[in-house]
């Protein structure tokens, strides 16, 4: 909806009879001219700079370094030892003689010879036949005593066979054969393969190191308090009653009314209620710089009345607050609380209501001038 500003024409001269019904409420020596409107006076409050303790005195044990001293020392980092060394061999070459075939005495043999003879060879030896017979003379009636055996000789029979005889044995004759050789160098071990020992000495090396002298103490040192300046605002004058304030002559308009709910009892600002304000309000404010806005906070009906009205003004005070960080005077912003006196909706004391229904008078309002 686009705002539209008229022009508030303040009547100075008016009938007796008005003057008389609002001469309690009018301001006492208005300026001719001027616009005059009834607001919430805000408590006042100053800057001021209150030293504060930040660190006590106290003391502090501070470490005083041990004491050393350098010395030197000598560290053998190698042992002695001792070093062999190989000495190889030493070698001559020579000339030898190598029979491959050894000489030797090769026989030559000689038949023995033979002469064509014959021998006498009994074939049958000499042998005896006996040959039986009767004894004429024999008394005994019995033929076997009467037998006589006579032994009849039978002469040896010879051959003549031809056999060789030996005239000269067999023999041998001996003719020396020479071997055959050769000439192979090879080398001779002249000395053999030995050890040589030497001693090798053992290593040294000096090393600096640091040898304690006087171990660490402590000592005490006394620290002096600590004070810091913090500002702090004091009270100077106690608001809440409503007073005459001049204001720019135009008319107020339709108040607007803003999604900027709160919590139960809490009068924080939200991210998301921020970022309205700067939307709708602070574009506002900064596009005509001599508006002046009303901001006026409303509660539910839960709770006391003054509680109510203590907390609508907290949450109106919250939203000038914030303006006023954004750069809009203090001036141009008039802060009230109206508490539960002005609902939305049915939801009175002793009225069943659901939570979106208390939550719809949980608001902030605004009425630019």
């Given at each position: 909806m686009k705002s539209i500003y008229k022009p508030f024409v303040f009547l100075c001269a008016i009938?007796?009879?008005?003057q008389e019904q609002y001469l309690e409420k009018l301001p006492d020596n208005p300026d001719p001219g001027k616009c005059y409107a009834k607001c919430l006076v805000p408590d006042r409050y100053e800057i001021e700079t209150d030293s504060v303790l930040k660190v006590p005195a106290h003391d502090k044990l501070r470490v005083v370094p041990a004491q050393y001293k350098t010395v030197n020392d000598e560290v053998v980092i190698k042992p002695a030892s001792k070093k062999y060394t190989y000495i190889p061999p030493t070698f001559?070459?020579?000339v030898d003689t190598f029979w491959i075939e050894e000489p030797y005495n090769k026989q030559y043999p000689?038949?023995?010879?033979f002469e064509d003879a014959f021998e006498s060879v009994e074939v049958r030896r000499k042998s005896g036949k006996w040959l039986a017979g009767e004894n004429p003379d024999c008394p005994s009636i019995n033929p076997d005593d009467c037998r006589i055996f006579y032994c009849k000789e039978a002469p040896a029979i010879f051959r003549e066979v031809p056999v060789k005889r030996l005239v000269t044995k067999a023999t041998s004759s001996t003719k020396h054969k020479g071997g055959k050789y050769k000439l192979v160098k090879r080398e001779v071990m002249v000395t053999p393969a030995r050890t040589e020992t030497t001693d090798v000495p053992e290593?040294?090396?000096t090393v600096e190191r640091r040898v304690l002298v006087k171990d660490e103490t402590t000592k005490t040192v006394s620290i002096p308090a600590v004070y810091t300046e913090v500002e702090k605002r004091v009270l100077v004058e106690k608001g809440g009653m409503t007073a005459w304030r001049e204001v720019p002559c135009t008319l107020p308009k339709d108040a607007i009314i803003l999604p900027i709910h709160y919590e139960l009892g809490s009068a924080k600002l939200t991210t998301k209620s921020t970022r309205i304000i700067d939307k709708h309000i602070l574009s506002r404010l900064k596009q005509h710089s001599n508006a002046v806005v009303e901001v006026g906070s409303h509660t539910d009906s839960r709770g006391g009345d003054a509680s109510n009205k203590s907390?609508?003004?907290r949450r109106?005070?919250?939203?000038?607050?914030y303006l006023n960080k954004k750069g809009i005077k203090t001036s141009r912003l008039i802060d009230v609380g109206y508490g539960e006196s002005k609902l939305l909706n049915d939801c009175k004391d002793g009225v069943s209501c659901s939570e979106n229904q208390h939550a719809k008078n949980r608001r902030t309002e605004f009425k630019f001038f």
């Open positions: 009938s007796l009879s008005a001559k070459t020579v000689v038949e023995a010879t290593v040294k090396q907390l609508s003004q109106s005070k919250a939203v000038v607050e």
